[in-house]
């Protein structure tokens, strides 16, 4: 048990950190200091593609220690709200990961390849507005998470 709530605990911080890092740092930079986009372009892209692999690995280890945890707990109605929050929202991020990559990344990865510069960066910015959509997912998970935890709300 204790196995799993500290890797739930690993996998929320390397998800959101990342998400931080890549939103409110690398992001910025790139688009503030590579103007040519056949430069900065596939600099995001190559640095998505190796981020999103450890997305991959939170979507999966999150619902799996969490629902590990809930079994141990004696299930779903003996927890709080906060809880039952957590689980609705988790798993809508990871339905949210999986269409950012299928629908939004892969198609970004087609055009980069192929040189396409202009529907590369139409498709970059679908990528990151479904980034900023995952990150405020997860960031009220957690204050709500929290709060609940210790009697905030
Ligand atoms: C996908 C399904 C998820 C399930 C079923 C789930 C379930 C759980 C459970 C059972 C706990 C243990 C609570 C306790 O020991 O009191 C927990 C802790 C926690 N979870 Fe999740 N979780 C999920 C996803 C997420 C996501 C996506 C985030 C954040 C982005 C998150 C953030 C946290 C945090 C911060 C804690 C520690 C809170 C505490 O110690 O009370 N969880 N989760």
Redesign the pocket.
């Known amino acids: 048990m204790a196995t799993a ?1 500290a890797l ?2 690993l996998f ?1 911080t390397v ?2 950190g990342g998400l931080i890092f890549l939103q409110l740092a690398l992001w910025p930079t790139a688009s503030k200091q590579l103007q040519e986009p056949s430069v900065r372009i596939p600099l995001l892209t190559s640095t998505l593609e190796r981020f999103l692999w450890l997305g991959w690995a939170a979507a999966l280890i ?2 799996v ?3 590990w ?2 079994g141990v ?1 004696g299930g779903m109605a003996r ?1 709080g709200w ?2 039952h929050l ?2 609705g ?3 809508l ?2 339905l949210l990961h999986l269409a950012l990559y299928l629908a939004a990344f892969l198609p970004l990865r087609r055009a980069v390849a192929a040189g396409e510069w202009d529907s590369a960066g139409r498709r970059l910015g679908w990528v990151r507005w479904l980034t900023w959509v995952l990150l405020l997912a ?1 960031v009220v ?2 204050l709500l ?2 709060l609940g ?1 210790r009697g905030g709300l």
């Open positions: 709530y739930h605990l929320v998800w959101i999150l619902p220690t969490g629902f945890l809930i707990y927890l906060h809880i957590m689980t929202v988790g798993l991020m990871v997860g998970v957690i998470t929290g935890a």
